[in-house]
Structure formats: structure tokens, C-alpha cells
T-cell receptor, first 115, second 110 residues
């Protein structure tokens, strides 16, 4: 199984809502990532988890709260988002962060619209 | 910040032609990777070239790396309509961060 599964595929939320994005992989990967991608732009790194611990936070606003409950799951909790946060949110995983030879496996993303 | 800058930003070719995309980067890298993204979907890893390699092939893909010029190119030979997608180069920054270039949008006309 070389899949990274993201749910939901689409999400529309108001600025006062709280929602969560979910990501799951069963490849035994120990590094997991959240990226944000605006239309016609490259993915931008948000967070990196290694062995279920947050390793990198790219100065992401606190209205985005990541969580890694176990080695297979990664969540992104959303609260009080702004319309400019509308984007495709991509989850990825890799075998580890010891990374001279690592490739990322991506999910299909959650298309988020904030109204 | 982006690791790589790609050119062209967009490329339109006929089926059967070759497509060449270039990527330049600013910092030292351990490896450089190319990914493909169909519209609105996740990225798919295509090929990885290490900093001590100059050229690598995978099927219809050929990647070159020139570390002295901090540049890489991706060649897709005998393109097909199904190759229509965005292509991104990516490099490791700060040890653990895979950072993507701006991307080239390729359109292959049948």
C-alpha cells in the first residue's frame, strides 16, 4: 500500500467554524508533512512531524493546529480561518527525515474554501 | 521561500514532441527531485538525482544536474496528451525541508 489518504476531499467552512483535515498512511513512514498550495503556485511547507513529534513549523498562524496522534495519522485542526486561507491542503509522508534519498508520497489533498 | 525557479512557466507542445523544463536553485542540495501534479491533485514523484550524479533516465524522462550552475533540466521525450500536468523541481533545504520550485505547466496537444 503506497497510498496517502486525505479526507475530506472538499471542505467549505465559515470563518467561525472549527474543522479538521485528516491524513493517513500505512507505509510505515515516520515523517509526515502538511503543505498548502494556492492555485497555480507551488506547494508551501507548513509543518513537519518526525516520529510523531513536531520538527518544523514554518511560522504558520495559530489558527492552524497540527496533531500527530500516532505514526499513521496526521490531523490539521482549523479554527477562525480567513478567506485567504482557501487553498489545496496536501499531506505527504516519507520514510524518515534522514534525507539524502527521500521522496515524498502525497495524498490527493483537501480543497478548502473559507467563506 | 522557494528552492527552485523554473522556466518556462508554461509550455505548449504537440503530441510526439519533446518537452524540456529547467530549474535553477540557490542553496546547496543533497539531491534534486522532480514531481508531477495533475490539476487539483496531489504530487507524484518522478525521479531523484543525487548531487554527485550528472544525468539520470527513467523511461521517457531524462534529468540532468549541473551543481556548478545550480541548475537541472527535465526532458520528456515523445510527449503524450496524458503528460499534460504541472512539473515541479524540489530540493532539500535546511536538511529536512523539501521546498518546491515555481513549476512549469505543460500542455500537450493531441
Amino acid at each position: 500500500d503506497t497510498e496517502v489518504t486525505q479526507t475530506p476531499k472538499h471542505l467549505v467552512m465559515g470563518m467561525t467554524n472549527k474543522k479538521s483535515l485528516k491524513c493517513e498512511q500505512h507505509m510505515g513512514h515516520r515523517a509526515m508533512y502538511w503543505y498548502k498550495q494556492k492555485a497555480k503556485k507551488p506547494p508551501e511547507l507548513m509543518f513537519v512531524y518526525s516520529y510523531e513529534k513536531l520538527s518544523i513549523n514554518e511560522s504558520v498562524p495559530s489558527r492552524f493546529s497540527p496533531e500527530c496522534p500516532n505514526s499513521s495519522l496526521l490531523n490539521l485542526h482549523l479554527h477562525a480561518l480567513q478567506p485567504e486561507d482557501s487553498a489545496l491542503y496536501l499531506c505527504a509522508s516519507s520514510q524518515s527525515l534522514v534525507a539524502t534519498n527521500e521522496k515524498l508520497f502525497f495524498g490527493s489533498g483537501t480543497q478548502l474554501s473559507v467563506l | 521561500s522557494q528552492q527552485g525557479e523554473e522556466d518556462p512557466q508554461a509550455l505548449s507542445i504537440q503530441e510526439g514532441e519533446n518537452a524540456t523544463m529547467n530549474c535553477s536553485y540557490k542553496t546547496s542540495i543533497n539531491n534534486l527531485q522532480w514531481y508531477r501534479q495533475n490539476s487539483g491533485r496531489g504530487l507524484v514523484h518522478l525521479i531523484l538525482i543525487r548531487s554527485n550524479e550528472r544525468e539520470k533516465h527513467s523511461g521517457r524522462l531524462r534529468v540532468t544536474l549541473d551543481t556548478s550552475k545550480k541548475s537541472s533540466s527535465l526532458l520528456i521525450t515523445a510527449s503524450r496528451a496524458a503528460d499534460t500536468a504541472s512539473y515541479f523541481c524540489a530540493g532539500l533545504s535546511g536538511g529536512f525541508k523539501t521546498i518546491f520550485g515555481a513549476g512549469t505547466r505543460l500542455f500537450v496537444k493531441a
